[in-house]
């Protein structure tokens, strides 16, 4: 059994910041891709920024440079640092994680997060 927790989310004014971190709990061998989606007021979720085991990382074009995605391997757990927050940035943020179970040590299963909020006033 994994849990994913999430926690940062929060109201901010357009140009401050915000720190979202999911950490994962349960039966855990390890977890391979981690990932942060988010999904805006009538949008469909998009990717915003993605990091594997080893580190590397991608983002959506409309964060680059404003947003750094991390991963705490020992803890189990992925960051979103969000500086110069925007408005358009306001959505539900989901953790995405590919887990490979203590009990099953096969391919990584994707687990989500239940999403944390960030509104961007002006």
């Known amino acids: 059994q994994v849990q994913l927790v999430e926690s940062g989310g929060g109201l901010v004014q357009a140009g401050g910041s915000l720190r979202l971190s999911c950490a994962a709990h349960g039966t855990i061998f390890s977890i391979t891709a981690m990932a942060w989606y988010r999904q805006g007021p009538g949008k469909e979720r998009e990717l915003v920024a993605a990091?594997?085991?080893?580190?590397?990382?991608n983002y959506a074009d409309s964060v680059k440079g404003r947003f750094t995605i991390s991963r705490d391997n020992a803890k189990n757990t992925v960051y979103l640092q969000m500086n110069v927050l925007k408005p358009e940035d306001t959505a539900v943020y989901y953790c995405?994680?590919?887990?490979?179970?203590?009990?099953?040590?096969?391919?990584?299963?994707?687990?989500w997060g239940r999403g944390t909020q960030v509104t961007v006033s002006s």
């Open positions: 995405n994680l590919d887990i490979v179970s203590a009990y099953d040590l096969g391919s990584p299963s994707a687990y």
């Open positions: 990091t594997t085991r080893g580190g590397n990382s």
